[in-house]
């Protein structure tokens, strides 16, 4: 870079982040006050999403971290090397802005925000990561390590089968995760021993239990929001993950209480909505939100970002690495519903299974434009939702604020017609 | 766990407080241990096919009838838990697979193709089984008759007949019978199976159960049983927890979603699949019509991760610091 172009990126740089902090900082005062009768145990989490758009994460024992790209990356491989994981898919509209400069123009909005993220050095945390972690989900994240932008973080491409059923795929995967281990090994500097990876995987299974709760929670009523739940999700990256569990074990009881209080009496009954498709991650909860303005009830989601996040567990029968890392490999891949997979069929078992367990009313599908695989699923859901009687609303849209009159229409009308079925 | 010891001692001790319990016992309750309270029902069944026709269906056929009822009887009722909770077999294999845990080395499983054609080979030991005591008495497709010594021919090779004795510190059955050829085959071969268990078992869990005829036969009449492993497959993920803790390596307990009915001929009933399994309701075991044990959400965390359920702390240590 000369002097000019290094001004520029500066330039560049300090207006994202700007424009990234009062960008989130808008989302969380729509979701807070724009709604009445907020849940006390929500304040932590707001406040991590705040930090994480400030840049400001904590890491009071000045961890080494590891950027993520997707949720396929097996964190409990990280935490065994003594290091943090940091997913960095980005919701943020000025990041996309700050990357599409970089990418093809017909590019999705999540991807140019997580380049616009690392190339303007807008990681949550003060530091730069050790590597860049790319799982080879989707052709666009895939080459995002060879686009010229003069980052110089290492990317690490973890390799993934395009299908998940065949014994050859679950081999190749194995493969791939046996090998990430020794890259984490060599790229830390830390061994990952028996014992660790055993905490690692009890640590994480400890988070799933407690969301596990959560999600049975809301099975039966709306306890909390969807917008609500998606930022509890969506925070599970940006801090301590046992405080992280712990904020979510106390929430999950002050929501028990709630069931059994309001329990009784007033039946008001919302729309209940399924969300799918292309993943809302904050700051970007522009769908969700204005589907809960519009008297939704987004009681289930089916995003990679939150409820299929920390669904899955590891089940070990023997407890050294050769049978630990396979079972963790499993848990990334046997029930993951991820478009990147064909045959992928469980998607639409799964979804079928919220629609009942959740008593679903309607399914909103989100696709980021550009967004191929979501794009393209979206017609196999469609017609399997058709044949079940079930409505459901497409819906194309990108970070950018512009379409908000438009999808305000589409999704009151959505949900009336939902209503007047009822 | 607790169970298979009992059934362990019981059947290779019994003899000792004077129990009986009958001809018709499964498997691997060896009469050649001479301790042993009953007879494993292979034993009976070769010796009963070997008879002629006529009798088969005169006289001796009542016998082979009635033995059959009973070893039926007892399979109506407990299916094939026999191998996962009673053959002492099974617990040899199951002791033998906790050593190399313990000794950190890894185990194999087969690939999809060779589970696939290996299986087949507890049909045939069983057919062989059967025909070649029938063959001593009467001439099959005009053969010779096969010579005596190949009386009750599966148990010259099975290891059971060796090891089963050496618990009570019996090792006259360890050796290589040279009074003619035959025996000699059999004998050796009885002793290179042994073998083949002992190192098989090691490195793959239940080895010889894949194998076992005992388990072929079992399977015939494991559809009538009043004890039943019962899939929801509406409930399942596929997450493969199930396959993963098998130790048979049934890859359908998790990939079938359709079928309900979930003991395949491989499966010896040890319900570790109901323990791994997080998904409420997915696996069951149930006794007539009545749920025995069913997975649950809890239960995964708890019986696999020993996480309690107040608490978000381990309620047991189960990390050993290096
Ligand atoms: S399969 Fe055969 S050896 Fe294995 S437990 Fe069952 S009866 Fe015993
Ligand atoms: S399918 Fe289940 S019960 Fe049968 S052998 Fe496998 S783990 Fe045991
Ligand atoms: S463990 Fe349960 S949910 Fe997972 S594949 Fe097996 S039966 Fe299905």
Redesign the interface.
């Known amino acids: 870079m000369n002097k000019n172009e290094n001004k520029r990126y500066e330039r560049l740089s300090a207006k994202s982040k700007g424009q990234l902090i009062i960008e989130s900082e808008n989302v969380l005062q729509e979701m807070q006050q724009k709604f009445e009768n907020t849940i006390p145990g929500m304040e932590y989490f707001y406040d991590v999403a705040k930090q994480y758009a400030g840049g400001q994460l904590k890491n009071p024992e000045r961890k080494k971290y590891i950027a993520t790209n997707c949720i396929q990356v097996p964190i409990e491989l990280i935490y065994a090397a003594n290091a943090l994981p940091i997913r960095i898919c980005s919701g943020a509209y000025s990041m996309s802005q700050a990357g599409a400069g970089l990418l093809p123009a017909k590019s999705c909005s999540l991807v140019n925000a997580t380049l616009g993220t690392i190339y303007t050095n807008s990681f949550p945390l003060a530091q730069k990561p050790l590597t860049i972690i790319t799982p080879t989900t989707c052709d666009q994240k895939k080459k995002l390590s060879e686009i010229p932008s003069g980052i110089d973080i290492p990317f690490y491409t973890l390799e993934m089968p395009p299908s998940k059923d065949s014994e050859e795929a679950q081999e190749y995967w194995y493969r791939s995760v046996k090998k990430l281990k020794g890259e984490l090994e060599r790229i830390t500097g830390n061994r990952i021993t028996r014992s660790k990876l055993k905490k690692a995987i009890i640590k994480v299974a400890q988070a799933q239990r407690a969301f596990r709760h959560f999600h049975q929670l809301r099975k039966e009523e709306a306890v909390i929001r969807g917008t609500d739940a998606i930022l509890i999700a969506n925070t599970f990256f940006y801090d301590n993950i046992d405080t992280w569990t712990s904020h979510l074990v106390s929430l999950n009881a002050e929501l028990e209480m709630r069931k059994s209080r309001d329990h009784n009496g007033s039946e008001s009954r919302y729309p209940r909505i399924l969300l799918t498709g292309s993943p809302s991650i904050f700051p970007n909860l522009k769908l969700p939100i204005m589907i809960e303005k519009m008297g939704g009830s987004i009681v289930a989601d089916e995003f990679c970002s939150s409820n299929r996040l920390l669904y899955d567990t590891v089940a070990v029968d023997e407890w050294n690495m050769y049978d630990m890392v396979p079972a963790l490999s499993d848990r990334y891949l046997k029930a993951c519903t991820c478009p990147c997979f064909t045959p992928n069929n469980d998607r639409e078992r799964k979804i079928l299974a919220y629609i009942k367990d959740f008593k679903v009313d309607g399914v909103v599908y989100q696709s980021f434009s550009g967004c191929q695989l979501y794009e393209l699923e979206s017609l196999r859901i469609s017609a399997v939702l058709e044949k079940e009687n079930v409505p459901m609303l497409y819906v194309e849209t990108d970070y950018s604020p512009d379409d908000k009159g438009q999808l305000a229409t589409r999704t009151e009308a959505f949900i009336e017609s939902i209503k007047n079925n009822l | 766990m607790v169970f298979q010891i009992l059934a362990f001692l019981l059947l290779i001790y019994g003899g000792y407080l004077s129990i009986h319990i009958g001809t018709s016992i499964p498997t691997f309750a060896c009469p050649y241990n001479q301790e042993c309270p009953g007879t494993c029902y292979l034993i009976s069944v070769q010796h009963q096919a070997h008879n002629t026709w006529a009798s088969l269906f005169g006289f001796r056929g009542k016998a082979f009838l009635i033995s059959l009822l009973s070893f039926v009887l007892l399979f109506i009722v407990i299916n094939k838990a026999w191998c996962g909770y009673v053959c002492p077999l099974g617990t040899i294999q199951d002791w033998i697979t906790k050593l190399r845990?313990r000794m950190?080395i890894?185990?194999s499983r087969y690939?999809?193709l060779s589970f696939k054609r290996l299986k087949a080979i507890k049909y045939v030991l069983l057919v062989l089984l059967l025909f070649i005591p029938l063959g001593m008495s009467n001439s099959i497709f005009g053969l010779p008759l096969f010579s005596h010594d190949l009386g009750a021919p599966f148990c010259q090779i099975c290891p059971g007949r060796v090891i089963t004795p050496l618990f009570i510190g019996d090792t006259s059955q360890l050796f290589i019978d040279f009074t003619n050829t035959t025996t000699m085959i059999m004998s050796s071969l009885g002793i290179i199976v042994l073998a083949m268990f002992l190192i098989g078992s090691f490195f793959k869990k239940r080895f010889f159960c894949f194998f076992c005829p005992m388990s072929a036969l079992h399977y015939l009449f494991s559809r009538f049983s009043m004890l039943r492993l019962i899939k929801n497959g509406?409930?399942c993920?596929?997450?493969?927890?199930?396959y993963?803790?098998c130790d048979v390596g049934i890859k359908a307990i998790?990939?079938d979603?359709e079928h309900s009915y979930m003991v395949k001929d491989d499966c010896m009933m040890c319900f570790?699949c109901i323990e791994?399994c997080?998904e409420n309701d997915c696996l069951k075991v149930s006794f007539l019509t009545m749920p025995v044990f069913k997975s649950t959400?809890e239960g995964?965390?708890s019986r696999?991760?020993h996480?309690n359920s107040e608490m978000?702390k381990?309620s047991k240590t189960?990390?050993?610091?290096?």
Not at chain 2, 237 to 242: I, L, Q, S, V
Not at chain 2, 318 to 322: F, G, L, M, P, Q
Request: hydrophobic letters at 30%.
């Open positions: 845990n950190g890894s185990f690939d999809d509406d409930n993920t596929k997450c493969g927890n199930c993963r803790v998790a990939e979603i570790k791994a997080p959400e995964f965390f696999n991760l996480l978000q381990p189960i990390i050993e610091d290096e």
